[in-house]
């Protein structure tokens, strides 16, 4: 071996030597950022809180400008497959973070049609280019999941001088370990009342005081914040209404911690007019008013309420309002269906059916639409999808319709708890006896008898959307299928009327109607993100009016019996 040899040797050594050690460097330095950089629990969290993987942005179901992101960040594992591959790798470069897309628009370094979306010096600049740094490692199998956040205050009244609070969110792993999320997570208000800081500061911006909601999120977890922004009031004082009954003392209680007087005691002429219209749909006659507004008898709106509850306009009134949630109209069900239907549930109402045997019948309903009239329910719901909605809306006050395309964003399903729902109807079939429809080219027109049945052979002809796979029958939210040759509808029928939700959501369709406002409003959303305005209040009512026995006549009753329900429309100066 020549010297010249010996020493190439020597230097080649010494420059695989080199890197080796800078290769050591580099993956010893790659291993300090991942374990510092999660994109399960940091980059995510810095997409949705820069709005990236909203329905107005990216989370579009078509997507933008060439990228499309899952809504709110359902869908990690397609999110950091659009961002590493897509668009040639132009979107992320590890050996210069700075030149990447997913960086320079952002910042709006380049055109951008979202606009500045967080600053170079940020903290979710940060996070993002040492995510890219790191070469996007994706730790989806070994990432901690959030199980659930906690979120303080979880309610509080804000009294002048007061303009503010500051909420602090707090997530919980399954590996055992919490976070403070507050800079990261997602605040929505439900109205204008009030506008929220990048940090969770949460401010009046409205010249009046009133209540807002604000929905905390962080990844795939939310919680609702309820916030009352009140006057001093110094010279305030409480006016001790008595309380009628145990709705009376819910309601006051928060108008007291509002601190709002309620209005005065609504007069006779407009009691007996309110009452008429709410419980016959009619105005009184001149000699009904003159009879009950010259009525000496301390009870006497209680006995009017009584009276007007045994009237046969009543059932006639309240018929009506269920014909409209159950679709009773002439182009799908046809007149003679029409008619039959009503008149079943007139007679339900005039006999004071309980309303939980009420819905059974309607639900596990088969048969002749003529002879048994509850199954034109069915007959008005054509197909699996509209019975799945229409079922959970009525009578769970549940609104699906978000998951049919992708998890619900506000609530708890997801869209195989929608597709397995919507199996459950599939079983339902229908035997046209005869269709002497007036217009021949209109498919949705029926004129004839129809025979409901179930068709406990088939095991489920929905295809789930996100899988392309036939979906299993199941209930809403339940974990175990039903058995391929169970009675769906009697199942179904079951399950709903011992419902929790089921009680809460006619005990609130009921409120709405006497009160002009659901105590959940809209009445059909029941969510944990959209809370009730008297939570107390609407739990106590479904208690009590499944110890009634679901009767309806006791919760109209009741409710009208109320003096918050006979107190004047008038606002007073505390309100």
């Known amino acids: 071996m020549t010297y010249r040899n010996f020493f190439r040797q020597i230097r080649c050594a010494r420059t695989w030597l080199s890197c080796l050690i800078v290769c050591f460097l ?21 997409l949705s809180k820069a709005g990236c993987n909203a329905g107005s942005c990216h989370g579009n179901k078509y997507g933008k400008g060439g990228l499309k992101l899952s809504l709110r960040g359902q869908d990690p594992d397609d999110d950091f497959n659009a961002f590493v591959f897509g668009l040639g790798g132009r979107r992320v470069d590890p050996n210069n973070p700075e030149t990447s897309l997913m960086l320079l628009k952002a910042t709006a370094q380049v055109p951008h049609e979202g606009g500045l979306r967080f600053a170079e010096k940020s903290d979710e600049y940060r996070v993002l280019r040492e995510w890219i740094t790191a070469r996007m490692p994706n730790d989806g199998e070994r990432a901690a999941k959030v199980k659930r956040i ?9 009294v002048e001088p007061e303009m503010s609070a500051q909420l602090r969110a707090t997530a919980y792993f399954d590996d055992g370990t919490k ?5 990261v997570a997602v605040y929505e208000p439900n109205n204008h009342v009030v506008k929220v800081s990048h940090d969770g500061l949460v401010k009046r911006v409205s010249d009046r005081p009133g209540e807002s909601t604000i929905i905390v999120r962080y990844l795939d977890q939310q919680m609702p914040v309820r916030l009352a922004f009140v006057r001093t009031q110094p010279d305030f004082e409480w006016s001790a209404p008595h309380a009628n009954n145990f709705v009376d003392q819910h309601v006051f209680a928060k108008l007291r911690l509002l601190r709002m007087n309620p209005s005065e005691f609504s007069d006779d002429f407009v009691f007996t007019r309110r009452a008429y219209l ?9 000699a009904e008013a003159r009879e009950f507004i010259s009525d ?24 009506q309002k269920w014909s409209d949630l159950l679709r009773n109209e002439e182009k799908t069900i046809d007149r003679k269906g029409v008619q039959a239907l009503h008149r079943w549930i007139e007679q339900g109402i005039a006999t004071n059916k309980p309303v939980d045997q009420f819905v059974r019948e309607i639900v596990s309903a088969r048969g002749s639409t003529y002879q048994n009239p509850p199954a034109n329910y069915y007959r008005a719901l054509r197909n699996p999808v509209d019975r799945a909605e229409a079922t959970a809306q009525v009578f769970l006050g549940v609104r699906l319709n978000c998951a049919q395309c992708h998890n619900h964003p506000f609530d708890r399903w997801s869209q195989d708890d929608y597709y397995d729902w919507a199996s459950v109807f599939s079983r339902v079939g229908y035997k046209v006896l005869e269709n002497n429809k007036r217009d021949k080219l209109d498919t949705h027109e029926f004129v004839g008898e129809q025979i409901v049945f179930v068709n406990r052979d ?7 959307a996100r899988t392309g796979k036939l979906a299993p029958a199941r209930l809403l939210g339940a974990n175990a299928k039903l058995p391929p040759d169970s009675d ?8 709903i009327s011992t419902n929790p939700l089921f009680a809460r959501s006619q005990v609130n369709r009921v409120w709405f109607h006497l009160m002009g406002r659901g105590l959940v409003d809209p009445i059909d959303d029941f969510r944990a993100t959209n809370p009730a305005s008297h939570p107390e209040l609407l739990d106590q009512l479904a208690s009590e009016f499944v110890k009634s026995g679901y009767n309806l006549r006791w919760l109209i009753r009741t409710i009208m019996n109320s003096r918050a329900y006979q107190l004047s429309s008038e606002p007073n100066a505390s309100n």
């Open 488 to 495: 769906s509808l009697d199942e179904l029928a079951k399950w």
């Open 296 to 319: 000496k008898r301390k009870d006497k709106r209680a006995k009017l309420i009584d009276a007007l509850l045994e009237r046969p306009e009543f059932p006639e009134f309240w018929a």
């Open 458 to 464: 088939t095991v489920g002809a929905v295809t789930n």
């Open 150 to 158: 906690e979120v303080a205050p979880a309610q509080q009244i804000v």
């Open 278 to 286: 709410d419980v016959l749909g009619l105005l009184p006659t001149a």
């Open 179 to 183: 976070r403070d999320v507050t800079r």
């Open 26 to 46: 580099a993956v010893a330095t790659r291993a300090e950022v991942t374990e510092k950089i999660s994109f399960r629990n940091d980059v995510m969290a810095v």
